[in-house]
């Protein structure tokens, strides 16, 4: 009798650890259930420990059913390959399918992308000391994080993106000093969350911090980041080099050729129709905020905590040039329609500025530009994360508020 109750005790609890490891890490399950932060959080720190106790009480309860004769071998078969499903898929998804390529990513010249980026495509740029990279959205999804071991013009430099989001974010990958070994884990609130294999502490991308130092906490030194199109790059930036996330033939690895181009089929059906429709994958969102429909894309930045986003249409509207005060620094947000566009950019003189070009050259001097910039990110998951946001903020805006 006692081997028997211990036999269905680790039967029931590998199940259970099994089914809350693909609850809060398995992604498609949050289409479905409404899956609390704190137990992705949970998840993502206790991911081996849950894996490892899993398997170890089926394997105590496999032990006993062949040595003691005790259960039901079709219930410990069909428990088997529950786990094998519930643990394996999501550890298949996020560390072999979302492999993340820090300090191993390949960039190649322009000419050679044509072959996979249209003209008209939307690249996130970062540049330095002479040197710019390109991350197309489609070429950079799969992978989530990406940058090459010499970095960019001498720093070491990573981009980060979130489908979700449709967000890329550069940033140092350094917190207190030490360098950070990210990989993809989660995602909550549609927005992604990595993980640093040396702590096991996630990361948010919007924030860039640990979580357990919250939004406020010291995090990644984020790097300026900026939206335009793939042809406009070509026109700036002649010489920079575009990252593409090539998969590998069959001949080089057939396994991988197979696995990554299911991933990127499910991607595909994925993204897309979460793009072209007003509705979330994952509906867990904490904060709703109706000044804008939720997928329209913003640039929101902050300065000194404080946050603020623009949409393109009112910036143009403008005549291309805004002029702010935020988190008590004066910023110039403007249009370029030669390398179509967006930019921030720091004013550190007492008058505003009434004509700034794409490289920051203005009727005030040069101007650099605002290091938090969200470029083309969706309206719901900026006003998600910064709930307090003003938008389309304007010194005549501020000047009403003051009287």
């Not at 550890?91 to 993340?100: F, I, K, P």
């Not at 495509?121 to 959205?137: H, K, L, R, W």
């Not at 804008?292 to 902050?302: M, S, V």
């Amino acid at each position: 009798m006692i081997w028997e109750i211990a036999h269905w005790l680790l039967l029931a609890s590998a199940a259970g650890l099994a089914s809350l490891y693909f609850r809060d890490l398995g992604d498609v399950t949050q289409i479905i259930f409404d899956v609390k932060r704190r137990n992705v959080m949970r998840a993502i720190r206790h991911e081996r420990a849950m894996i490892a106790a899993s398997l170890l009480t089926f394997a105590g309860a496999l032990g006993i059913h062949v040595w003691q004769e005790t259960g039901v071998a079709l219930l410990v078969w069909i428990v088997a390959f529950a786990l094998l499903v519930m643990l394996g898929l999501p550890w298949l998804w996020l560390h072999v399918g979302l492999r993340d390529q820090q300090d191993r990513a390949t960039h190649y010249s322009i000419q050679e992308a044509k072959q996979h980026v249209r003209p008209e495509d939307s690249v996130i740029v970062i540049e330095n000391n002479g040197e710019a990279q390109a991350y197309p959205d489609h070429q950079i999804k799969r992978p989530h994080l990406a940058s090459r071991p010499k970095g960019l013009g001498g720093e070491d430099v990573m981009m980060s993106y979130c489908a979700m989001t449709h967000l890329g974010l550069a940033y140092k990958p350094v917190i207190d000093g030490k360098k950070l070994d990210l990989e993809v884990i989660a995602q909550h609130g549609n927005n992604l969350i990595m993980r640093d294999k040396v702590t096991g502490e996630p990361i948010q991308q919007v924030y860039g911090t640990r979580e357990r130092d919250g939004r406020g906490g010291v995090g990644m030194a984020p790097w300026p980041t900026f939206r335009m199109s793939f042809r406009a790059f070509e026109q700036a930036f002649p010489d920079g080099e575009v990252f593409l996330n090539k998969i590998k033939t069959f001949r080089e690895n057939p396994l991988l050729c197979v696995f990554d181009n299911i991933v990127e089929a499910i991607f595909l059906w994925a993204v897309t129709s979460h793009h072209n429709s007003h509705t979330l994958l994952f509906e867990t969102l904490d904060h709703e905020d109706d000044r804008l429909p939720r997928k329209e894309l913003i640039w929101g930045f902050t300065v000194n905590g404080e946050p603020v986003a623009y949409t393109e249409e009112f910036v143009r509207g403008e005549g291309n040039v805004v002029n702010a005060e935020v988190g008590g620094r004066r910023v110039v947000i403007a249009y370029d329609p030669n390398y179509e566009s967006l930019g921030v950019y720091y004013n550190e003189g007492a008058l505003p500025v009434h004509k700034i070009d794409f490289w920051g050259n203005s009727d005030r001097g040069r101007l650099k530009r605002v290091e938090t910039l969200q470029a083309g990110a969706y309206w719901c998951v900026w006003a998600n994360f910064f709930p307090e946001t003003d938008l389309n903020r304007t010194d005549s805006v501020r000047l009403s508020e003051a009287a």
